[in-house]
């Protein structure tokens, strides 16, 4: 079935540096999406990807939709405290819609500790 | 916009009870939502797809018997564990479409603890 590969899988950092986590698949994907999952809580939406080439921007946060639609990255600059968690990426293709309407696929996550 | 909520937000239960756990959308209507199961450390595992008005789609390996699914209404499905056993004890979390729309909102989060 589809994979994604997320990487890495975990990182210390220096508050006030930045980060840079991506995602890759063997498939195709039409959208990418990035969520941050604080510990005993749900994952929070921080960008989504239409389209090949895109390159999205919420505050910190930058995130690109790779050409070939297999692959999609996520930085982070100047990190702050309050960034720790886990941050998954997740893909939706035009096959999962013929399945099961349009589930994600999930990375398996990259989990950020800052130092203060 | 775009809040889901789920109740409650914790359970715990005897082995061999049901538990029923709400997944509501706030401020938008639903026609699909999901239910993730998540165990500690690893990723989100899609158990089941609800569908307004019609039976779940439920991924390879999860019994639909055990995990019950409805989907009442376009602001409202369920998940219920049937005859709960320890090793059922997870993460339950929720997510919607807004119709029309490409992104999944989750909600917080249900965790059960199955004694």
């Known amino acids: 079935g589809q994979q994604l590969n997320q990487s890495p899988q975990s990182m210390f950092i220096q508050e006030g540096e930045d980060v840079s986590m991506n995602c890759t698949s063997s498939?195709?994907?039409?959208?990418w999406l990035w969520y941050k999952q604080d510990p005993g809580e749900g994952p929070v939406l921080l960008i989504a990807?239409?389209?090949?080439?895109e390159l999205t921007s919420n505050g910190r946060l930058t995130a690109q939709f790779g050409i070939t639609r297999k692959d999609s990255f996520l930085n982070i600059s100047a990190s702050i405290p309050s960034d720790v968690g886990i941050y998954f990426c997740a893909g939706q293709s035009l096959m999962n819609y013929g399945g099961s309407q349009g589930n994600l696929i999930f990375g398996k996550g990259t989990k950020l500790s800052v130092k203060p | 916009g775009a809040v889901v909520s789920q109740h409650p937000s914790r359970v715990i239960c005897k082995s061999g009870t049901s538990v029923k756990i709400e997944c509501r959308s706030l401020?938008?209507?639903?026609?699909?939502m999901f239910w993730y199961r998540q165990f500690p450390k690893q990723s989100l595992m899609l158990m089941a797809t609800s569908n307004e008005g019609s039976k779940a789609t439920y991924e390879q390996g999860v019994e639909k018997d055990k995990f019950l699914i409805n989907h009442a209404s376009l602001t409202l499905s369920t998940l219920t564990v049937t005859s709960a056993h320890p090793e059922d004890s997870s993460f339950y979390i929720c997510s919607a479409y807004r119709q029309g729309g490409y992104e999944q909102y989750f909600g917080p989060g249900t965790r059960l603890t199955v004694t």
């Open positions: 990807l239409y389209k090949a080439g």
């Open positions: 498939s195709i994907f039409n959208t």
């Open positions: 401020d938008f209507q639903a026609t699909t």
